[in-house]
């Protein structure tokens, strides 16, 4: 059963950065074949997809694009959401999913995270 946990997030100012961290254990198959993906879930409101990365490749929330950046590092079953520029309406619980086949959804079939948590203020 893959596990993912993630860390880093925090409180910061609005116009601060982050980095999130997520390490993947337990899967089995190679880390690499494994589609990753940040979501977010805000107060009051449903989980929402960030942003996600199969091999090189990246997509991104139109509200987040040019000022988030997603990487993994293959050799450490690690992917990282780096937060620049961040904004009150970026605080939310942040969750690290990964799927195979296919990029994470919102659904049973993705393993998911427990979350991290990050605040801005404005």
């Known amino acids: 059963q893959m596990q993912l946990v993630e860390s880093g997030g925090g409180s910061v100012a609005a116009g601060g950065s982050l980095t999130l961290s997520c390490v993947a254990s337990g899967f089995r198959y190679i880390f690499d074949g494994y589609c990753m993906a940040w979501f977010r879930q805000a107060p009051g409101k449903q989980r929402k997809w960030v942003s996600s990365i199969i091999s090189s490749n990246a997509t991104y929330l139109d509200s987040v694009r040019g000022r988030f950046t997603i990487s993994r590092d293959n050799a450490k079953n690690t992917l990282y959401l780096h937060m620049n520029s961040l904004e009150p309406e970026d605080t939310a619980m942040y969750y690290c999913?990964?799927?195979?086949?296919?990029?994470?959804?919102?659904?049973?079939?993705?393993?998911w995270g427990h979350g991290t948590q990050v605040t801005v203020s404005s």
């Open positions: 999913a990964a799927d195979l086949g296919r990029c994470p959804v919102n659904d049973e079939r993705t393993y």
